[in-house]
Structure formats: structure tokens, C-alpha cells
């Protein structure tokens, strides 16, 4: 059945989530009506090696055209109009988010701030987080200060001499703090995104870091908490303190990591691994198969723990005088975990959360996970029926972003 809109303006997206095992679509609508839900119309999910060994980057690009076709095929019976603009998620390898704290001390501090004065500590600010942000990446990639592409500088907040304001402009005062969400990216990788894949998408390309949209998700409803995204190389940390988002960090141990280590214990292809993984997850296997898995994984799991444990002890900022790494944050923690993306669901994960040794760390109360769900989204209704995973919610966050941002 063809669904025909009439009498309200309805726009349709693609969501397009590009992972580092995976790639992931879905296309959704929603109207100008204030008691719409998003629609979910149509979804596609493809493994970089379910079609062959993957082993280049044009195999890369391949995979991802093949996807975004599925996708836009699969749908074409749900819907008689093609997508208006595609929301791209990356790799948090390549597209990172970070958040910076920049302070401004000014020499007049009983004149009010005027428009012009305002334009001059902005452009300061943020060129001085540009600057600052480009060098450091540079080191960790050898990639060139010139050769990093800035997405998006955003100030999230504003004190003044230990006040917070919505903004600078007509205030007076001394020291000023700002609190800075910057996402960045290789160029290269850029220009490769968008010759990969704008030949294939009508409409225009938004690039979205899972930073930008995750506070569309927690706010008025989530004060503390220590949100992962366990997805395929990779373990995404956002760290949330009274509502505000404090801290992004990352390391490279995901889901793909544990099915690797069984594909090289028992001698399975990756697809046969990843298989036998997921069945463990759900509790498929039988007694002796199931702790001959644990076994396996105990080596894995420790490194992932261990990794976890190093990124929320090492507090990394940026203020006035320069970078200060490996600063201990001093604090205690938020107390739950929230979990999602497809690594999430291995049992020993919440396991060792809730269980593992924080010797060294404080927490409000001993630690809890929750799982995040695409039935916790209740502005969208999925007509696939398909979404039920946690591994599918950085894209339902890139819809619900959308949503809370344009309406």
C-alpha cells in the first residue's frame, strides 16, 4: 500500500548511520502537525563483510551505495516521495566530538558588553578552540592542522564571574568561562563522504555527531549519567553531569572485538562468530556452550573494562594557558550507565558495570545499567516493526534530534 499524504505538509529524511562494522538507513517522515510522530517507513542494515572481504576503502564506499539503494528501494511501496535531506552519522573515529572549556578575563570589567565587543570575544574564543583542537589531533593523527574540517562550533554555556548567562551581550563582569561542543573531521574524509555518496541522495547532507543529538534524548528526563555507545571497533562515552553534557571520549574496543576473539579461539569465519556472539547474548546456548564462550570473552572483557575505567579517570581540558591532560576528575560519577548500540547486549557488560572492580572511583550510589530502546522513543512509531535493538538507536537519535530541533 502506497501511503499518500494530503492537505499537510509532510517531509521525508534519510537516516544514515555509518559505522566501523556496519552501515545502517532508515527513512522517516513526520508533518508540521504538532501531535505527529516521526514515521519510521523503511530501514536497511548491511555488514562491511557480508559481501566479501573487506579490504579497501572503494570496497568501503561500495557497501555504503549498496545500502543506501536497499534502503530507498525497500521503501518505495511505503511511500511516493523521495527523502528532502539525509542526516549522516560517522565513525566516532573519524568524526569526533569533543568538549572544550575556553575562559576570557576582560580589562574593562564594569562596561557592559555591546554587540561589537560580544562578535570579538566570540571569534577569539573560538578560533583559540580551533587552534587548540587541530594541534592535539594532529599529534594523535599526523594529520595537519590545516587538513582538520570543523562541523560545528557551538557554545553550550555561558558563566559570568561564576554565573551562568544565556549570553554575553549586556552583561558586564570580569572573568568569562564557556563551555564548547566542537565536531571535527579529516577534510579528506569529507570530500570522500560526499563523492561516495551524494550522487545517491536527493535533497541536501546534514553531518551529525551522536553528541549533538544524545541531549535531545536525556534532557527533562535525565540529570546524571554515564552514557555508552558499544558499537563495532568502537566504545563512545558521554558523560552527563545535572543535565549537561561534560565529556565525549572514546576507544577502540566495541562488539566486534568479542566476535573477532571467538572467530580466532574456534576458528570461525567473522559472520559465523558474530552469529554464535549474538545467540549468546540472547541466552540461546546451551549450558556447556555458553561457559566455553565465557571463557573466551574474559580477556576481552577485561580490556574493554579497563579501557572504560582509563577514559573516565582521565579528565582532558582545555583552559586559558593551555592543555591540562590527564587530570583526574576529583568528582564522584553519575551512578547509571546507559546503554546502547550493538555490542551493548553481551550479559558480561552490564556484568561488570555493575559488578567489576571501581576501586579508585566514587559513584552516588553503586553503579546500574539501563538499556536504551527504541520503544523509549514514544515521539516515533515504527511501522517496519523492525527496530527493537539498542543497536538501532544512534540512528532513532538522529531522527529525534531532527524533530526537537526543527519544531
Do not use: C
Not at 15 to 37: N, P, R
Not at 105 to 124: A, L, P, T
Not at 237 to 263: C, H, R
Amino acid at each position: 500500500m502506497v501511503l499518500i499524504f494530503k492537505k499537510e505538509k509532510v517531509e521525508i529524511f534519510l537516516g544514515l548511520d555509518i559505522g566501523t562494522e556496519a552501515v545502517k538507513a532508515i527513512i522517516f517522515s513526520f508533518s508540521e502537525k504538532k501531535d505527529k510522530k516521526i514515521t519510521i517507513l523503511g530501514n536497511s542494515f548491511s555488514y562491511f563483510d557480508s559481501y566479501g572481504i573487506f579490504n579497501s576503502k572503494d570496497f568501503e564506499a561500495d557497501v555504503i551505495k549498496k545500502t543506501i539503494s536497499k534502503t530507498i528501494e525497500e521503501t518505495k511501496s511505503k511511500v511516493n516521495q523521495k527523502p528532502n535531506l539525509t542526516l549522516l552519522g560517522l565513525p566516532a573515529n573519524i568524526l569526533k566530538g569533543r568538549i572544550i572549556f575556553q575562559s576570557f578575563k576582560r580589562e574593562n570589567s564594569q562596561s557592559i558588553i555591546d554587540k561589537k565587543e560580544k562578535e570579538v570575544i566570540y571569534q577569539k574564543i573560538l578560533s583559540k578552540t580551533q587552534k587548540e583542537i587541530s594541534q592535539i589531533f594532529a599529534r594523535e593523527s599526523g594529520i595537519l592542522p590545516k587538513d582538520i574540517h570543523f562541523i560545528n562550533l557551538k557554545i553550550l554555556e555561558i558563566k559570568i564571574d561564576g554565573y551562568v548567562v544565556p549570553a554575553i551581550q549586556g552583561y558586564n563582569g570580569e572573568n568569562l568561562d564557556f563551555r564548547i561542543l566542537a565536531i571535527f573531521l579529516p577534510k579528506y574524509y569529507l570530500e570522500n563522504v560526499k563523492k561516495n555518496i551524494q550522487d545517491l541522495i536527493p535533497g541536501g547532507l546534514e553531518i551529525l555527531n551522536l553528541a549533538e543529538v544524545l541531549p535531545y534524548f536525556f534532557r527533562n528526563r535525565v540529570a546524571d549519567g554515564i552514557f555508552l555507545d558499544v558499537g563495532g571497533n568502537l566504545t563512545q562515552i558521554f558523560l552527563v553531569n545535572n543535565g549537561k553534557l561534560n565529556k565525549i571520549d572514546e576507544f577502540q574496543i566495541g562488539g566486534k572485538t568479542f566476535s573477532q576473539t571467538l572467530s580466532q579461539s574456534l576458528g570461525l569465519e567473522i559472520s559465523e562468530a558474530r552469529a554464535l556472539k549474538e545467540n549468546y547474548s540472547k541466552g540461546e546456548l546451551s549450558e556447556g556452550v555458553r561457559k566455553r564462550v565465557r571463557e573466551i570473552f574474559s580477556q576481552s572483557l577485561e580490556d574493554w573494562f579497563k579501557n572504560l575505567k582509563l577514559r573516565l579517570k582521565t579528565q582532558m581540558s582545555f583552559r586559558e594557558g593551555g592543555v591540562i591532560a590527564g587530570e583526574a576528575t576529583g568528582s564522584l560519577l553519575p551512578s547509571t550507565f546507559f546503554l546502547f548500540g550493538g555490542g551493548s547486549q553481551l550479559p558480561e557488560i552490564q556484568e561488570i558495570l555493575e559488578e567489576g572492580d571501581w576501586e579508585g572511583f566514587s559513584f552516588f550510589t553503586p553503579p546500574k545499567v539501563k538499556f536504551i530502546y527504541p520503544k523509549d522513543f514514544k515521539n516515533i512509531e515504527d511501522i517496519t516493526k523492525k527496530l527493537n535493538s539498542p543497536q538501532d538507536v544512534p540512528l532513532l537519535l538522529i531522527a529525534n534530534y531532527y524533530d526537537q530541533e526543527n519544531f
